[in-house]
């Protein structure tokens, strides 16, 4: 009942953006999964879908639970998120040593804030978990950047304590937001509200690549998320989505032409892009490719 209250307090919200938003994200997420981790494209390479269906990773199934959370709730409840995080995960759906050990031990009852602040000798993780489930939490919270980006907090430190990842989950929650919300130069929009971090260092450096620039000559410079860490992804995801607002299908393939962590650069992309868009701006056959969400979340 609490939870309800609050989130009759923190209104204006916008749901139908969250869940274009995880449309677009989850579509992302599956498009680039058969690309995870290869080199970039070569010059001349045409951009080929791959066979469908087009299965879905980690990060749709962690964002499902998010944006689960934010209809049941209207906001983040720590202990609740991390119970679903630990509840539904699945062996097979392509999560990391870190994030496997951590929800085991939630599983085992182990409290979240000990388990998530254990990981990586005491330092908690950077990776870009955090930040690749969560743009349809920006999305719902569009009316309010500050709320978005102290939500996307709570969000990240469920499994990520270290700083730099909350500070990409933060950053993707600002650029789902702006997206949502309006025009405007979104890198820096988001760099307004950033604070300090190698992130930021990174969205700073994002701004002086123009558009239309090669993707592989952008992730030179920004990574491609090879090292499956938050300041290594979020600049280079943040990037293709700024100079491919109105073009979802652009936006995946330029995640595509740059190799690495393809998977999760087109979720952090195709949230942001998908916020502005709607489902209407994503291809309809490559919803159709995607397979279905969980049954627990379309039931519900």
């Given amino acids: 009942m609490i939870g ?12 139908a953006a969250a869940f274009a938003s995880l449309t677009g994200l989850s579509v992302g997420d599956a498009l680039g999964a058969p690309f995870e981790m290869k080199p970039p494209l070569p010059d001349g390479a045409a951009f080929e879908l791959p066979p469908a269906p087009w299965r879905w990773t980690d990060d749709t ?20 998120l991390a119970d679903a995080f630990a509840s539904r995960w699945s062996a097979d759906r392509g999560y990391g040593r870190g994030a496997v050990a951590l929800l085991q031990s939630i599983r085992e009852g182990v409290p979240w804030r000990s388990a998530a602040g254990a990981l990586f000798s005491g330092r908690g993780s950077a990776g870009n978990g ?7 939490l920006g999305a719902y919270f569009s009316a309010d950047p500050d709320l978005a980006a102290r939500e ?17 989950a933060v950053a993707v929650a600002l650029a789902a937001a702006h997206a949502t919300a309006g025009p405007g130069d979104l890198l820096r929009q988001v760099l307004h509200y950033l604070p300090p971090s190698d992130v930021r260092d990174g969205i700073g450096r994002a701004t002086r690549i123009a558009p239309g620039t090669d993707p592989r000559e952008a992730a030179t410079d920004l990574g491609n998320g090879s ?15 700024a100079t491919h607002l109105d073009d979802y299908a652009g936006a995946l393939e330029a995640c595509v032409r740059a190799g690495g962590d393809v998977d999760s650069m087109c979720a952090i992309a195709g949230g942001i892009v998908a916020a502005r868009v709607g489902v209407a701006g994503i291809p309809a056959e490559w919803i159709g490719a995607r397979e279905p969400l969980p049954d627990w979340f379309q039931s519900s």
Avoid: K
């Fill in 61 to 80: 199934e962690m964002a499902c639970s998010l944006v689960q959370a934010l209809r049941l709730d209207g906001r983040v409840e720590q202990h609740a």
């Fill in 227 to 241: 090292h499956a860490l938050a300041q290594d992804t979020v600049p280079f995801a943040l990037w293709v989505a």
């Fill in 4 to 15: 309800r209250e609050r989130a009759r307090y923190i209104r204006p919200v916008n749901l």
């Fill in 130 to 136: 955090a930040a690749m489930r969560v743009a349809p």
């Fill in 152 to 168: 996307a907090v709570l969000s990240a430190e469920v499994t990520h304590r270290h700083p730099e990842g909350v500070a990409g």
